[in-house]
C-alpha cells in the first residue's frame, strides 16, 4: 500500500518548490516553545492524540482536531475540521473547511499556526475586520493612497472604527517611522482648545505653569490625526489653516514660528458638508483636509462584517454563535455602531461562561433584542452630497473671479493644479457662453 511518505517519490514532488509559499508553518503550542512544521505530506493529522501526525499537548483540542491535506493540482494547501469540540480559526474566522491563505493563521484551542508574517513595518490584515465587498474595496483604496502625502478624510458615524482606519493608513505610510499623534477637535473654546494644536509657552496663558509642544509640532515627521476636525473652534480653524498652507507652528505666547511637516489624517461624525454651507466650518479649511475623502459606512450596512467581528471577537474567549443568536445580531440596527457591537458582545460572554456555555445564546443577547424593535435611525441630513456641494463651491468661486483659475484658487486655499485636477473631474472646462 502506497504510504504518506510515497508522494515525496512521485513526479509531483517537482512541483514541491513551486507550491504557495506556506509549506513551512510555525506553530505556537498552547505550552512548550514554538517550533517549525513542514509541510511536505499530502494530508496531515493535527490533534492531541499521540497518533497524530502533528500532535500538539492542549486541552482545549480535540484528540483528532483537524487535517491539512494538499489541494489537487499541488496548487496549495487546505484545513478541514475534523468535527472537533471547539472548532478551527482561518485569521480568526471560524470556518469548517478552507484553502490556507499565502499568508495568515490557523488557531486550535489555544494553539496558533502561522506563516509568512507581516514585516515590522507592515499592518497585519486582521487589524480591521473587514468582509463586506465595499469595505474591502475602500480598505484597497486607502491602501493605495498611502502611499502619497495627499490629506484624507474619512467621514461615517461615531463608532464604525475611523479611527482604527487612521492609525492603518499611518502604518502603510512612508510616515510610519514617525510618531503617529492624534486629537480630538470637540475641544473647550479659548487658549485651551489652541493649546491642544498648536502648544505654548511658559506663562501663555493663566495656568501655562510649563511649555507645551502641542499636537502639530509633536507630529512632526509622522501622521496628524484630527479627530471630529469639523468640532474645531472657528478661531483654531484659522490658525490651523496656515500652519497647513506654510508648513509652520507658532506656539502660544511665542513670536517664533517652526518648521512641522506631516502626514494629516481627519475623520468627523458631523455632516460637515452642512457645516460649510452654514459657516461654522471654513470653505479653504475643508479644502486642504479633503484631499481623499472617504465614506465609511455604518455598520447595520454591512451584515458580512457583523458575523465576522462577532465570530472573531467571540473566538478569542473560546466561544462561538448559534444561528438564532446571529439572526438576532443582523436584526439589530446597531446605532453605535462597532464600539456598541464590541460592547455587546463582551456583556453576551460574561453570561455564557457564568452559565458554563461555549455558545452564545439568544438569551445571552436579552437586552439588545429588547432593544431592537425600539431603535430608530439617526435623522437623515441634507439631500446633497458632498460631491454636489463641493462641485457649486467650485463654481461659485470662479464665477467670482470671471473664471481665472490662479484667483479662484487662491480664494479656495487650494494650489492651481490641484483646482485643475476637481475642475476635470466635476467636468467645469470653460465658462458657460452666454448667449445675448
Not at 462577532?310 to 446571529?326: G, K, V
Not at 481665472?404 to 465658462?431: C, I, Q
Given at each position: 500500500?502506497?504510504t504518506?511518505?510515497?508522494?515525496?517519490?512521485?513526479?509531483?514532488?517537482?512541483r514541491?518548490?513551486?507550491?504557495?509559499?506556506?509549506?513551512?508553518?510555525?506553530?505556537?503550542?498552547?505550552?512548550?516553545?514554538?517550533?517549525?512544521?513542514?509541510?511536505?505530506r499530502?494530508r496531515?493529522?493535527?490533534?492531541?492524540?499521540?497518533?497524530?501526525?502533528?500532535?500538539?499537548?492542549?486541552?482545549?483540542?480535540?484528540?483528532?482536531?483537524?487535517?491539512?491535506?494538499?489541494?489537487?493540482?499541488?496548487?496549495?494547501?487546505?484545513?478541514?475540521?475534523?468535527?472537533?469540540r471547539?472548532?478551527?480559526?482561518?485569521?480568526?474566522?471560524?470556518?469548517?473547511?478552507?484553502?490556507?491563505?499565502?499568508?495568515?493563521s490557523?488557531?486550535?484551542?489555544?494553539?496558533?499556526?502561522?506563516?509568512?508574517?507581516?514585516?515590522?513595518?507592515e499592518?497585519?490584515?486582521?487589524?480591521?475586520?473587514?468582509?463586506?465587498?465595499?469595505?474591502?474595496?475602500?480598505?484597497?483604496?486607502?491602501k493605495?493612497?498611502?502611499?502619497?502625502?495627499?490629506?484624507?478624510l474619512?467621514l461615517?458615524?461615531?463608532?464604525?472604527?475611523?479611527?482604527?482606519?487612521?492609525?492603518?493608513?499611518?502604518?502603510?505610510?512612508?510616515?510610519?517611522?514617525g510618531?503617529?499623534?492624534?486629537v480630538?477637535?470637540?475641544l473647550t473654546?479659548?487658549?485651551?482648545?489652541?493649546?491642544e494644536?498648536?502648544?505654548?509657552?511658559?506663562?501663555?496663558?493663566?495656568?501655562?505653569?510649563k511649555?507645551?509642544?502641542?499636537?502639530?509640532?509633536?507630529?512632526?515627521?509622522?501622521?496628524?490625526?484630527?479627530?471630529?476636525?469639523?468640532?474645531?473652534?472657528?478661531?483654531?480653524?484659522?490658525?490651523?489653516?496656515?500652519?497647513?498652507?506654510?508648513?509652520?507652528v507658532?506656539?502660544?505666547?511665542?513670536?517664533?514660528?517652526?518648521?512641522?511637516?506631516?502626514?494629516?489624517?481627519s475623520?468627523?461624525?458631523?455632516?460637515?458638508?452642512g457645516?460649510?454651507?452654514?459657516?461654522?466650518?471654513?470653505?479653504?479649511?475643508?479644502?486642504r483636509?479633503?484631499?481623499?475623502?472617504?465614506h465609511?459606512?455604518?455598520?447595520?450596512?454591512?451584515?458580512?462584517?457583523?458575523?465576522?467581528m462577532?465570530?472573531?471577537?467571540?473566538?478569542?474567549?473560546?466561544?462561538?454563535?448559534?444561528?438564532?443568536?446571529?439572526?438576532c445580531?443582523?436584526?439589530?440596527?446597531?446605532?453605535?455602531?462597532?464600539?456598541?457591537?464590541?460592547?455587546?458582545?463582551?456583556?453576551a460572554?460574561?453570561?455564557?461562561?457564568?452559565?458554563?456555555?461555549?455558545?452564545?445564546?439568544?438569551?445571552?443577547?436579552?437586552?439588545?433584542a429588547?432593544?431592537?424593535?425600539?431603535?430608530?435611525l439617526?435623522a437623515?441630513?441634507?439631500?446633497?452630497?458632498?460631491?454636489?456641494m463641493?462641485?457649486?463651491?467650485?463654481?461659485a468661486?470662479?464665477?467670482r473671479?470671471?473664471?481665472?483659475?490662479?484667483?479662484?484658487?487662491?480664494?479656495?486655499?487650494?494650489?492651481?493644479?490641484?483646482?485643475?485636477?476637481?475642475?476635470?473631474?466635476?467636468?467645469?472646462?470653460?465658462?458657460?457662453?452666454v448667449?445675448?
Amino acid at each position: 500500500m502506497e504510504t504518506e511518505t510515497a508522494w515525496l517519490k512521485s513526479p509531483v514532488t517537482q512541483r514541491a518548490e513551486q507550491l504557495r509559499p506556506y509549506h513551512r508553518l510555525e506553530l505556537v503550542p498552547f505550552r512548550g516553545p514554538k517550533r517549525a512544521v513542514e509541510l511536505i505530506r499530502t494530508r496531515y493529522v493535527i490533534g492531541s492524540d499521540p497518533d497524530c501526525d502533528i500532535q500538539i499537548k492542549d486541552p482545549y483540542i480535540s484528540p483528532k482536531h483537524a487535517e491539512i491535506s494538499i489541494l489537487d493540482g499541488c496548487v496549495g494547501f487546505a484545513v478541514k475540521d475534523l468535527n472537533s469540540r471547539n472548532g478551527i480559526f482561518l485569521n480568526g474566522v471560524q470556518v469548517s473547511q478552507a484553502p490556507l491563505p499565502v499568508r495568515g493563521s490557523l488557531r486550535l484551542g489555544r494553539s496558533t499556526f502561522a506563516w509568512n508574517p507581516e514585516s515590522e513595518n507592515e499592518v497585519p490584515d486582521t487589524a480591521y475586520i473587514a468582509a463586506d465587498p465595499a469595505m474591502r474595496e475602500a480598505i484597497q483604496s486607502l491602501k493605495r493612497m498611502a502611499q502619497t502625502s495627499l490629506p484624507v478624510l474619512l467621514l461615517g458615524e461615531t463608532g464604525t472604527g475611523k479611527d482604527v482606519l487612521a492609525r492603518l493608513i499611518h502604518q502603510w505610510s512612508r510616515f510610519s517611522r514617525g510618531p503617529y499623534v492624534a486629537v480630538n477637535g470637540a475641544l473647550t473654546g479659548g487658549s485651551l482648545s489652541e493649546s491642544e494644536l498648536f502648544g505654548h509657552r511658559k506663562g501663555a496663558f493663566t495656568g501655562a505653569e510649563k511649555a507645551r509642544m502641542g499636537a502639530l509640532r509633536s507630529a512632526n515627521g509622522g501622521t496628524l490625526f484630527l479627530d471630529e476636525v469639523a468640532d474645531i473652534p472657528p478661531a483654531a480653524q484659522v490658525k490651523l489653516l496656515r500652519s497647513l498652507e506654510n508648513g509652520e507652528v507658532r506656539p502660544l505666547g511665542s513670536d517664533d514660528a517652526e518648521r512641522s511637516e506631516f502626514r494629516l489624517i481627519s475623520a468627523t461624525s458631523q455632516n460637515i458638508d452642512g457645516r460649510v454651507a452654514d459657516g461654522s466650518f471654513r470653505m479653504d479649511l475643508f479644502f486642504r483636509v479633503a484631499g481623499h475623502v472617504v465614506h465609511v459606512p455604518p455598520l447595520r450596512d454591512r451584515p458580512l462584517d457583523i458575523l465576522a467581528m462577532a465570530r472573531r471577537w467571540l473566538s478569542e474567549s473560546d466561544l462561538i454563535l448559534d444561528s438564532e443568536s446571529e439572526a438576532c445580531l443582523l436584526t439589530y440596527r446597531w446605532p453605535g455602531n462597532v464600539r456598541e457591537l464590541k460592547a455587546c458582545l463582551e456583556r453576551a460572554s460574561v453570561h455564557a461562561r457564568g452559565e458554563g456555555s461555549q455558545v452564545v445564546l439568544v438569551r445571552h443577547l436579552a437586552d439588545l433584542a429588547a432593544q431592537t424593535a425600539r431603535t430608530e435611525l439617526p435623522a437623515q441630513g441634507p439631500t446633497k452630497t458632498l460631491d454636489e456641494m463641493e462641485r457649486e463651491w467650485i463654481l461659485a468661486a470662479l464665477d467670482r473671479h470671471g473664471w481665472s483659475r490662479s484667483l479662484a484658487a487662491a480664494e479656495l486655499g487650494v494650489a492651481r493644479s490641484t483646482l485643475f485636477h476637481k475642475m476635470k473631474r466635476f467636468s467645469l472646462r470653460d465658462a458657460p457662453m452666454v448667449v445675448r
